[in-house]
Each structure stands twice: as C-alpha cells, then as structure tokens.
C-alpha cells in the first residue's frame, strides 16, 4: 500500500530532529556533575528570561493539574511538579523526556507527582476538560498547525481553565536580525521578517505573530480574557549563547559590539517574546473541539 507523506508531516519530523540533536537549553549545562548540570541549566534559564518566573507563577499551581507543551530540559517542568497537585509534560522528542526523566530523578522528585510522555502537540493524548492549566514556553510556535495546537489546548483545558503561552513576535529585533543576516546579506532584500524567521530561527517552519494576528487566533480559537504581552528575549538582546552556526570569529565580533543598552532603552515593543494569558469559557454551553483521538 502506498504511504503519502504530507508537506506538513515531513517538516513535523524536521521539527523533531531538530530538537532531538540538542533540548531547549541543554547548551547551558557545561557541569560533569549531573545535579550541577541541571542547576546551571535552569540559573541561565531564568537570568536569561527574568520575567520568565513571575509570568508562570509557579506558586499559583498548588491545587491544580498542569499540563506543560514542550518541556525541553526540564527546568520549569521541575517547578510545576514542586507545586502542582500533579503535573503532566509532554514533548515531540525522546530527548527532551529522557532528560526531564533523570533531572527530576536526580532532584528526588516523587514519580507520583508527575507523568511524562512523547507526544504531538497537535493531537494531545488526553481527554477533554483534564487540566486546570496548560503551559508551554516559545514550542507551539514551531508546530507546524499552530492553530490545531491552540485548539487541542483548548480541548483539554478544564471549563474556565487558563493556558500560559508563549509564541514569537514580528516586528522584532530577533526577526529583524535573522532578516540582515539571511534576507538582506544573501541577496534577498524582498524577504520578510517573517520569512526569515520561518528559515532560521531554531527548527525549521517557526512561525511569529504580530499582537494583532495573535489576537485573532486565541479569539477564533474560542479563548476568552485574552491579555497579551511583549518582552525583549535573549535573541533580541544577543545574550544567549550562540548556536554553531554563529560561531565564526565575525559573529563572535558582533555579540560583542551589538547595542544592546540602544535594544533596551527602546523597550518591549520590539520584543520577540510575545506572552499569552487566556481562559477557556466557563459556559457549560460552550462546546470544544472534537477529540481528535475518535
């Protein structure tokens, strides 16, 4: 029998090969000690991305079941787990999940406080109405039904449950980088910033959003108290650790000259980090999506 392959299945599998040669922040653990390897990991995390903590609120889970989309190395995955009745996480990658696995082995995390599990953010294995929270930070971008996956957060978020996201930005200082870089120097001045962020930026297919464009997408979902918000990330400020690609001693040069107090001093608006806060109506009227797993 004849197997097709869709457009959309093939980059969902680049996505996952992507992530599966290196986990979100795994870069920033250079420590031999695996304890101190996943401290240093979440110290860069959350230095990095200061309003990262307070936008989570960690503290507020008690009592409630939390789903993160995307938990990479495992750093806010263990902070759910400290506070959540129980917290469940999910990845595109075996990767990610082995190393989520031993960071919560080796901080002595009791395995009933959590589940963690493969999976495809665009057909959530979960029933309907499970979780009092979802959480996912800077994945559903990369999926490449962005839509569908905000729809199956939808789904499985409990009546009046909230979801905590965050997506990229366009116009960004991010985007426009990418866009000098590989638009502008490579002889295609008629790129967007969108286009090149779609190429470039992380794993291919990542997609960004104005305020407006996100606006539209959490409200045709079916979300309710929608509050969006911008923040500058370590791509717009250059403070992460460069990938190999920017290795060379000419990037090396520019990490070091780059403006970033001119970045800063210009504020949020072109920040590449675009926060989401919603809720799913409380309406016992209201109807979600079908499961996509019937």
């Known amino acids: 029998m004849e197997v097709l392959i869709t457009q959309s299945e093939t980059l969902k599998w680049r996505v996952k090969q992507h992530w599966e040669q290196e986990a979100c922040g795994e870069r920033y653990g250079d420590e031999s000690n695996r304890l101190r390897f996943f401290d240093s990991i979440s110290k860069a995390r959350y230095e990095l991305e200061p309003y990262l903590a307070p ?16 938990v990479g190395a495992g750093a806010d995955f263990q902070n759910w787990c400290s506070y959540a009745r129980h917290a469940t996480g999910v990845d595109l990658t075996e ?20 589940t963690l599990r493969t999976a495809d953010a665009e057909a959530l294995p979960f029933n309907s109405d499970s979780f009092d929270q979802v959480y996912s930070w800077g994945v559903l971008h990369h999926t490449p039904d962005t ?15 909230a979801v905590k996201a965050m997506i990229y930005h366009v116009p960004s200082w991010g985007g426009l980088m990418l866009y000098l870089r590989w638009g502008l120097a490579r002889g295609k001045p008629g790129m967007t910033l969108k286009e090149a962020i779609f190429c470039s930026l992380e794993s291919p297919g990542t997609k960004a959003y104005s305020l407006d464009e996100a606006q539209d997408l959490l409200q045709e979902t079916g979300f309710e108290q929608i509050q969006l918000s911008l ?13 190999k690609k920017y290795a060379s001693p000419v990037f090396k040069l520019i990490w070091r000259i780059y403006p970033r107090w001119l970045v800063r001093l210009l504020g949020e608006r072109y920040g590449l980090s675009l926060l989401i806060e919603a809720r799913k109506p ?13």
Do not use: M, W, Y
């Open 55 to 70: 936008f989570a609120a960690f503290p507020c889970a008690e009592g409630k079941t939390v789903l993160e989309i995307g």
């Open 147 to 161: 839509p569908k996956a905000f729809r199956e957060v939808l789904r499985v978020l409990k009546p009046g449950g």
């Open 231 to 243: 923040k500058l990330s370590p791509g717009d400020l250059l403070t992460i650790k460069p990938s």
């Open 282 to 294: 409380a309406s016992p009227t209201f109807k979600t999506h079908a499961d996509p797993r019937t």
């Open 95 to 114: 990767k990610a999940i082995a190393l989520t696995s031993e960071r919560l082995q080796v901080n002595s995390i009791p395995p009933e406080r959590f």
